[in-house]
C-alpha cells in the first residue's frame, strides 16, 4: 500500500502549524488519486495525493473555490480548501474532511439549484473558463465564448472528438453529428451558471445533518442543464433531488433531447478515456442524435 512520505507529512505539518498527525488512514475510492484522512488533535482533513504529471489538484482546488463562491452553506456543502502543496512535483491537496451517512436528497437538490441560481445572477457573459482543466484524466479546455452553442462545439465537443479512434467515426458522420447539435440548440435559451461539470453519484453525498455535499468538480460557466444531465447518465439521483431542484429551474421543452447531447460529451470522454464497451455507446448516441 502506497503511503504519505515523511517528507510530505513534515510539510504539511508545517503548512498547518499542527503537531504529527494522531492518525493517518487510506481512504479507498478514486482511481486517479491516492486518498487519506488525517486526524489532528481537534481536526480531521481528507488528503489527495497527485502523483502524474498533470496538475490535477491544482485545477480542483480553484473549482472546489469558485463553486464556494456561490453556494449556501445552509443546504450544500462545497468542502474548505484547507492547503494546496507542491511537493518535488508531488500534488497535495487538504481539505475539509466531511462525514457522510444516507440520507434524502432534498437539501443536495435545493442547495445545486441555489448554487446555480446565484452564479446566474452574477450576470456571467461568456461560457467556458479561464483555466485548462480535465474531466477524469482528459484535458478540458479553456477559454471563452458568447454564444452557448460555440462554447459547447468549440471546448468540449469537437476536443474530444479530435481524441476518438479515427476508426470509430468517419469525417462525414462527425461532421453530420456537430451540425445536428447545432440545430437542435440553435432555439433553446440556455441559463449561464457555474456547474460542477463532472456531477455524478459518486461526487456527492449527504452529511449527518442531512445537507448535500458535493466534491471533485470539473467546473465551467454553462447551461446549467449540463450538471442535471450527468446525473441521469449513471443515476444514483432521488426523485426529492430532482423536485427541489426543478422549483427553482423548472423542466424546459426539449430538455429530454438536449440530455443525450450534453452527455455525449461524458461518453466521448469515457471512450477516450476507457475504450471497450464506450466505443459503442458512442455510436449509440450518434445515431440517437442523428435520429432527433
Known amino acids: 500500500m502506497q503511503k504519505l512520505s515523511s517528507t510530505e507529512v513534515n510539510e504539511i505539518c508545517n503548512e498547518l502549524g499542527e503537531a504529527y498527525p494522531k492518525s493517518i488512514e487510506k481512504v479507498h475510492g478514486g482511481d486517479i488519486h491516492s486518498t487519506w484522512q488525517l486526524e489532528f488533535a481537534n481536526k480531521k482533513l481528507f488528503l489527495k495525493r497527485n502523483d502524474r504529471n498533470k496538475k490535477f489538484l491544482e485545477f480542483e482546488k480553484y473549482c472546489l473555490q469558485n463553486l464556494r463562491e456561490y453556494t449556501d452553506q445552509r ?6 480548501v484547507i492547503a494546496y502543496k507542491n511537493i518535488k512535483n508531488i500534488e497535495i491537496l487538504l481539505i475539509e474532511w466531511v462525514d457522510m451517512q444516507n440520507f434524502d436528497q432534498k437539501k443536495l437538490g435545493k442547495g445545486l439549484g441555489e448554487m446555480h441560481l446565484n452564479s446566474s445572477e452574477s450576470n456571467p457573459e461568456m461560457f467556458g473558463y479561464p483555466v485548462p ?3 477524469g484524466i482528459t484535458d478540458q479546455k479553456k477559454g471563452w465564448e458568447k454564444n452557448w452553442i460555440d462554447c459547447f462545439l468549440k471546448l468540449r465537443i469537437i476536443p474530444q472528438l479530435s481524441f476518438l479512434n479515427s476508426n470509430i467515426l468517419d469525417k462525414e458522420t ?6 445536428k447539435i447545432q440545430s437542435e440548440l440553435l432555439n433553446h435559451k440556455p441559463i ?3 456547474v460542477h ?14 445537507k448535500g455535499v458535493i466534491f471533485d468538480p470539473a467546473s465551467w460557466w ?3 442543464e449540463v450538471d ?5 447518465l449513471f443515476r444514483g ?3 426529492e433531488f430532482y423536485e427541489e431542484y426543478h422549483k427553482i429551474f423548472p423542466i424546459k421543452k426539449g430538455f429530454e433531447k438536449r440530455i443525450i447531447i450534453y452527455n455525449f460529451y461524458h461518453i466521448l470522454n469515457h471512450a477516450n478515456m476507457f475504450g471497450g464497451s464506450y466505443f459503442n455507446q458512442v455510436k449509440d448516441y450518434v445515431k440517437v442524435i442523428l435520429n432527433m
Open 192 to 194: 449561464n451558471t457555474l
Open 228 to 232: 442535471i444531465a450527468m446525473t441521469k
Open 222 to 224: 454553462a447551461d446549467n
Open 133 to 135: 482543466g480535465f474531466i
Open 197 to 210: 461539470g463532472d456531477l455524478w453519484s459518486g461526487n456527492v453525498g449527504i452529511d449527518k445533518s442531512g
Open 174 to 179: 462527425i461532421n453530420k453529428v456537430k451540425e
Open 237 to 239: 439521483f432521488r426523485q
Open 75 to 80: 443546504n450544500v456543502i462545497i468542502p474548505k
